[in-house]
T-cell receptor, first 113, second 113 residues
Framework: KAGVTQTPRYLIKTRGQQVTLSCSPI?????VSWYQQTPGQGLQFLFE???????NKGNFPGRFSGRQFSNSRSEMNVSTLELGDSALYLC????????????FGPGTRLTVT | AQSVTQLGSHVSVSEGALVLLRCNYS??????LFWYVQYPNQGLQLLLK??????LVKGINDFEAEFKKSETSFHLTKPSAHMSDAAEYFC???????????FGAGTRLFVKA
């Protein structure tokens, strides 16, 4: 069974631009969570989607948004990029919302210049 | 509110020596507890999980952890370190029925030949 895939793996953007990251969960998994990982703040929860609905949200500004499609694939969008948005963005999939077992993708490394 | 504290941002051991990575948690309800490993430029891989069954949990690659409620600890151990164990390790907590997983700051393990 294929694991969680994230595209692109690396991305360089400039301040003020917007970016969209994609995550395809493991086949059969219906929940997708997003995390931001930085050296200073560590791993922080962004949001979780299940059945195309956002189920939970972390403490991030409204510039960070996401969505989930009917095939469970998810995208996250960051608008008006700031230098501090440079991070590794990790996606995790699980069978159901609130499942304790999550499977992580390799992440998308976003660099904002 | 839940929280996780990992004692020691860096731990260095010799190959063949005991590995001990410390994790203390705070949770108002019985928690689910996890240890993840992250290799460079990769996502997180689940090592083991505690879900209120046996307090001594065995994971992959000979890692194990013991849940001690009285000490609110969930330390990770491995009897004999291998060079391939060099990575960053994250302890995480999730309350039963919750949607958020809270991660510790991580401990980077160095293994000396």
């Amino acid at each position: 069974k294929a694991g969680v895939t994230q595209t692109p793996r690396y991305l360089i953007k400039t301040r003020g631009q917007q970016v969209t990251l994609s995550c395809s969960p493991i086949s059969g998994h219906r929940s997708v969570s997003w995390y931001q990982q930085t050296p200073g703040q560590g791993l922080q929860f962004l949001f979780e989607y299940f059945s195309e609905t956002q189920r939970n949200k972390g403490n991030f500004p409204g510039r960070f948004s996401g969505r989930q499609f009917s095939n469970s694939r998810s995208e996250m969008n960051v608008s008006t990029l700031e230098l501090g948005d440079s991070a590794l963005y990790l996606c995790a999939s699980s069978l159901e919302a609130g499942s304790y077992e999550q499977y992580f993708g390799p992440g998308t490394r976003l660099t904002v210049t | 509110a839940q929280s996780v504290t990992q004692l020691g941002s860096h731990v260095s051991v010799s190959e063949g020596a005991l590995v001990l990575l410390r994790c203390n948690y705070s949770s108002s309800v019985p928690p689910y507890l996890f240890w993840y490993v992250q290799y460079p430029n990769q996502g997180l891989q689940l090592l083991l999980k505690y879900t209120s069954a046996a307090t001594l949990v065995k994971g992959i690659n000979d890692f194990e952890a013991e849940f001690k409620k009285s000490e609110t600890s969930f330390h990770l151990t491995k009897p004999s370190a291998h060079m391939s164990d060099a990575a960053e390790y994250f302890c995480a907590v999730k309350d039963t029925g919750g949607f958020k997983t809270i991660f510790g700051a991580g401990t980077r393990l160095f293994v000396k030949a």
